[in-house]
């Protein structure tokens, strides 16, 4: 099976430009997150999204957005691109569930090679 | 504040000794612990993880954790370390509960060097 892949591989954009980033998860896995990995430190969480619902968002302006289609792929959007956005980002997918009585899974994020964004 | 502390940037390890990363971290509850590792221009390959029961957890490529509650941490080791080791490694740590559960907490990251 294919792994988690990622789109484009590297991008260069300017200030204030915007940006879409494209994720497919593993197959069977229906939950997708994103990751901002700055150069020199770890990745820093984005969106979770499952079943094409936002799960959990971090601590990142409205500047980004995210989405999930029903085929479980993913897109990340950023707008007015700042010179800080440029990073690595990550996509990740899990065999993870929510339970109606807010039970969680304790499945494996699985990454993708990311996709490397430099804002000029 | 939950968070994740490596407090080795660096670590440099000659083949065929052990290596020990170290990772300690504050959250709350009884988290899962994993540990990925970053090649250059990769993305993060899982390594191992921690959800319960034997404190010693096994994983990939002869890498094993050890997890001991009362000092929250959560060590990576290895036996017998290989050149092909090299490469960045990160501690990550996922909360339970469900408003929480939905993220995982990265360290900074150890850069780990085995010299032949």
């Known amino acids: 099976d294919a792994g988690v892949t990622q789109s484009p591989t590297h991008l260069i954009k300017t200030r204030g430009q915007h940006v879409t980033l494209r994720c497919s998860p593993i197959?069977?896995?229906?939950?997708v997150s994103w990751y901002q990995q700055v150069l020199g430190q770890g990745p820093q969480f984005i969106f979770q999204?499952?079943?094409?619902?936002?799960?959990g968002r971090g601590n990142f302006p409205d500047r980004f957005s995210a989405r999930q289609f029903p085929n479980y792929s993913s897109e990340l959007n950023v707008n007015a691109l700042l010179l800080g956005d440029s990073a690595l980002y990550l996509c990740?997918?899990?065999?993870?569930?929510?339970?109606?009585?807010?039970?969680?899974?304790?499945?494996?994020?699985?990454f993708g090679p990311g996709t490397r964004l430099t804002v000029l | 504040a939950q968070s994740v502390a490596q407090p080795e940037d660096q670590v440099n390890v000659a083949e065929g000794n052990p290596l020990t990363v170290k990772c300690t971290y504050s959250v709350s509850g009884n988290p899962y612990l994993f540990w990925y590792v970053q090649y250059p221009n990769r993305g993060l390959q899982f390594l191992l993880k921690y959800i319960t029961g034997d404190n010693l957890v096994k994983g990939s490529y002869g890498f094993e954790a050890e997890f001991n509650k009362s000092q929250t941490s959560f060590h990576l080791k290895k036996p017998s370390a290989l050149v092909s080791d090299s490469a960045l490694y990160f501690c990550?740590?996922?909360?339970?509960?469900?408003?929480?559960?939905?993220?995982?907490?990265f360290g900074s990251g150890t850069r780990l060097s085995i010299r032949p």
């Open positions: 197959s069977g896995h229906k939950s």
């Open positions: 990740a997918s899990s065999y993870y569930r929510w339970g109606t009585s807010g039970s969680v899974g304790t499945d494996t994020q699985y």
């Open positions: 999204y499952y079943e094409k619902e936002e799960r």
């Open positions: 990550a740590v996922r909360p339970t509960g469900y408003s929480s559960a939905s993220k995982i907490i």
